[in-house]
T-cell receptor, first 112, second 113 residues
Framework: KAGVTQTPRYLIKTRGQQVTLSCSPI?????VSWYQQTPGQGLQFLFE???????NKGNFPGRFSGRQFSNSRSEMNVSTLELGDSALYLC???????????FGPGTRLTVT | AQTVTQSQPEMSVQEAETVTLSCTYD???????LFWYKQPPSRQMILVIR??????QNATENRFSVNFQKAAKSFSLKISDSQLGDTAMYFC??????????FGQGTRLTINP
């Protein structure tokens, strides 16, 4: 099976802009979670989607949002970008009834 | 809230040696799962090993094994016969089953030739 894929792999944006990141889970996986990784804060949970519904949400401002499509692909959107949003954004998928998550290669977002 | 603590920011050993990475966690839940993930320089997070809290037997995956001490809330990872390819950041992670992983700050492990 193909692994979790994320696009784009690298992105440079300017403060105030918005950005959309995409994640395609492993075939058959219906749960998709998003994490932010920064040197200062480490790995932090953003949100999880299952069957097009947000099931869990981390402590991030409303500028961070996401959605999931009927084919389980997920997108996350960050509006009004700030310098502190520069990070590696990781997507992970699982079947929904299992706990181990499988990660994609990440999207490196740089905000200037 | 659950927390995960990795007290060793960096470790370095010689190839073929055995190394143990430490992890402690705090939770009031009784049923939960613990993981070790590896993140090599490529940044791809790779699942190394998992442990269910209700299982007393320590998990083993080839050269990787854990020492799970539930009462002490300790979950260490032992890597035997270490190889150059084991060089990576290692993250300890916890979940109560809600598909939300709580990670430690990581341990940077370097295997020297």
């Amino acid at each position: 099976k193909a692994g979790v894929t994320q696009t784009p792999r690298y992105l440079i944006k300017t403060r105030g802009q918005q950005v959309t990141l995409s994640c395609s889970p492993i075939s058959g996986h219906r749960s998709v979670s998003w994490y932010q990784q920064t040197p200062g804060q480490g790995l932090q949970f953003l949100f999880e989607y299952f069957s097009e519904t947000q099931r869990n949400k981390g402590n991030f401002p409303g500028r961070f949002s996401g959605r999931q499509f009927s084919n389980s692909r997920s997108e996350m959107n960050v509006s009004t970008l700030e310098l502190g949003d520069s990070a590696l954004y990781l997507c992970a998928s699982t079947t929904g009834d299992r706990v181990e998550q499988y990660f994609g290669p990440g999207t490196r977002l740089t905000v200037t | 809230a659950q927390t995960v603590t990795q007290s060793q920011p960096e470790m370095s050993v010689q190839e073929a040696e055995t190394v143990t990475l430490s992890c402690t966690y705090d939770t009031s839940e009784n049923n939960y799962y613990l993981f070790w993930y590896k993140q090599p320089p490529s940044r791809q997070m790779i699942l190394v090993i998992r442990q269910e809290a209700y299982k007393q037997q320590n998990a083993t995956e080839n050269r990787f094994s854990v020492n799970f001490q539930k009462a002490a809330k300790s979950f260490s990872l032992k890597i035997s016969d270490s190889q150059l390819g084991d060089t990576a950041m290692y993250f300890c992670a916890f979940t109560g089953g809600a598909q939300k992983l709580v990670f430690g700050q990581g341990t940077r492990l370097t295997i020297n030739p």
